[in-house]
């Protein structure tokens, strides 16, 4: 059964930093591009970043200006998003999506999502 | 950024009623077009790829269809389980783009 769990959200100050995490388990991690997907809360939903399967290929909104980093280490079946400088409008329920399509890049066919983790920055 | 327009915004219809919405791109993006159902509190649920194949383990009377800029979304007789919030996404160009999403009721 394939499994996305994410963790490492919580309450930050602005300006503070984060780390998300991924944990996929039930399917070859390595061979399947993943995706970041944020929503704020009662708003609708925001593409936040993609990495390709061996990393190759990595995307961001352009709002983020630098300020996230996603990776993966696909020996771990892990899946990264580093949030530095965070403002009050990062905010969100932050999902990581698996890309159901081999060789997808960005939100071609999500077929699986986590739970989410809840992100709060506020002082 | 590719514009997505979701209409309407919010719906009200009943058990068993044919249920459409549309979504419409500000530009031309093929087919390559999703459909999402979201319960609340809950992760999105991919429904719809490709504009209009579906996706599996999804009930046949969600359909898809469109192509270019216009695309229609269609639930053939309302369940009470698909009181949802409905997003269309396009993937044709970066950055992927979501509509800003129709809440279906039951009336």
């Known amino acids: 059964e394939v499994q996305l769990v994410e963790s490492g959200g919580g309450l930050v100050n602005p300006g503070g930093s984060l780390r998300l995490s991924c944990a996929a388990s039930?399917?070859?991690?390595?061979?399947?591009?993943m995706n970041w997907v944020r929503q704020a809360p009662g708003k609708g939903l925001e593409w936040v970043s993609s990495?390709?399967?061996?990393?190759?290929?990595?995307y961001y909104t352009d709002s983020l200006k630098g300020r996230f980093t996603v990776s993966r280490d696909n020996a771990k079946s892990s899946l990264y998003l580093q949030m530095n400088s965070l403002r009050d409008e990062d905010t969100a329920v932050y999902y990581c999506a698996r890309d159901g399509d081999l060789g997808a890049t960005t939100l071609t066919r999500p077929d699986y999502w986590g739970l989410g983790t809840l992100v709060t920055v506020s002082s | 950024d590719i514009q997505m327009t979701q209409s309407p915004s919010s719906l009200s219809a009943s058990v068993g009623d044919r249920v459409t919405i549309t979504c419409l791109a500000s530009?031309?993006?093929?087919?390559?077009l999703n459909w999402y159902q979201q319960k609340p509190g809950k992760a999105p649920k991919l429904l719809i790829y490709d504009a209009s194949d579906l996706e599996t383990g999804v009930p046949s009377r969600f359909s898809g269809s469109g192509s270019g800029t216009d695309f229609t979304f269609t639930i053939s007789s309302l369940q009470p389980e698909d009181i949802a919030t409905y997003y269309c996404?396009?993937?044709?160009?970066?950055?992927?783009?979501f509509g800003q999403g129709t809440k279906l009721e039951i009336k």
């Open positions: 530009q031309d993006i093929s087919n390559y």
């Open positions: 990495i390709t399967s061996t990393s190759t290929y990595i």
């Open positions: 039930g399917f070859t991690f390595s061979t399947y591009s």
């Open positions: 996404q396009q993937f044709d160009n970066l950055p992927p783009t």
